[in-house]
């Protein structure tokens, strides 16, 4: 046969065999060994890193949230979009431990694919609000309404942010296929130049004088999620992490489905699988959630990969801060236990 079928397992088992010599190392030397090489990814960007400069576009008030749309600076030359979205007094029904100051927690939400930063701030593809929920349940919009300032960035290729080529109509598209193949072109990644702009915008929310320092999380959806689980690992301003619709294994999901290009990371195979480097925000809060009939991230798949975080959360005597729903649904978002989940994190801060 000519397939490459087999060609294809061999790599992967011979990548195995270089992760099991990372295995050997001590816990923590591995950890910053791991975390050290998810930094190499965001070198380029960080050399190019440009002022915030935020600019605050449009400010609209409704009965329970204030929605502003902010622009800020992310690498030299890109500018990007942010929904800020603040609850008014009415939905702060909660404080948090020792915080007189009236403080919010904050979140970044970050979406996955789809029309951009508006499907997750409740918004139809052409700005009117919308009424569908879709798959991303319009989750940045909840979290405010349950008393978070969120921030909820238009992540590059994607909304407003597409190659202009890309945006003709009739022939619209996201830009994730054109941006990669260019990227790498200059030895560069688009995960890693979204992630880094994730950063960004959590330097951005860091500045804002409603969020207390103390209790920052992420939440991201399918090609979100997969943002917030690398930000999270290696920026420890994130004190919890909320991943919808991503969690697996690579030879689960990534490597057996014909996934966007956006997930492909050069290199990462030969340190570890996808569990172990999401592991790296141990001891920290983590939720995983996912759906039972999820066609792009299989159950199977993700109750392996919440096993293998179970035992690194218990080496770091942290079990108890990992938590997992898999709820009867397919690629969406449910929500139904991680609201309550975030409400209890913040309320045990010390």
């Given at each position: ?31 910053s ?31 329970d ?58 918004f ?50 996201s830009?994730c ?68 619709g ?79 729903d ?6 969406e978002?449910?929500g ?15």
């Open positions: 046969m000519w397939n490459p079928d087999n060609f294809m397992e061999t790599l992967y088992e011979r990548s195995a065999s270089a992760r099991k010599k990372q295995t050997e190392l001590g816990r923590e030397e591995r950890k060994l791991l975390k050290e090489h998810l930094r190499t990814a965001l070198v380029p960007f960080e050399e190019m890193r440009a002022p915030l400069d935020p600019i605050l576009l449009e400010r609209t008030e409704y009965d949230y204030v929605r502003e749309r902010v622009e800020i600076g992310t690498v030299t030359g890109l500018r990007m979009p942010v929904y800020v979205l603040i609850p008014k007094e009415s939905r702060r029904t909660w404080e948090l431990p020792g915080n007189s100051s009236g403080k919010l927690p904050g979140m970044l939400a970050l979406h996955g694919h789809g029309y951009g930063s508006r499907e997750v701030a409740g139809a593809p052409d700005g009117t609000m919308s009424v569908k929920k879709g798959g991303h349940n319009r989750f940045a919009l909840e979290l405010a309404r349950q008393g978070h300032i969120v921030a909820a960035p238009e992540m590059i290729g994607f909304g407003d942010r597409r190659l202009l080529r890309d945006t003709v109509p009739g022939k619209e598209r830009s296929n054109s941006l990669t193949g260019q990227l790498l072109m200059h030895g560069m990644s688009l995960a890693g130049l979204r992630v880094y702009e994730a950063i960004r915008t959590l330097d951005y929310l860091a500045m804002r004088e409603e969020a207390d320092p103390r209790a920052i999380g992420c939440m991201g959806f399918s090609g979100g999620a997969l943002l917030a689980a690398y930000a999270a690992a290696i920026d420890e301003r994130i004190n919890a992490a909320v991943l919808c991503f969690t697996s294994t690579y030879k689960g999901s990534i490597l057996s489905i014909n996934h966007c290009i956006d997930n492909y990371i050069p290199g990462v195979l030969d340190y570890a699988e996808l569990p172990d480097w999401i592991g790296l925000i141990a001891p920290r809060p983590l939720f995983v959630e996912s759906g039972e009939n999820d066609p792009i991230f299989p159950a199977g798949a993700v109750r392996e990969a919440v096993g293998i975080l179970r035992k690194i959360y218990r080496d770091e005597g942290a079990e108890h801060r990992l938590q997992s898999i709820f009867p649904g397919a690629h978002v449910s139904r236990n991680i609201y309550p989940w975030l409400r209890s994190t913040w309320q045990s801060l010390e």
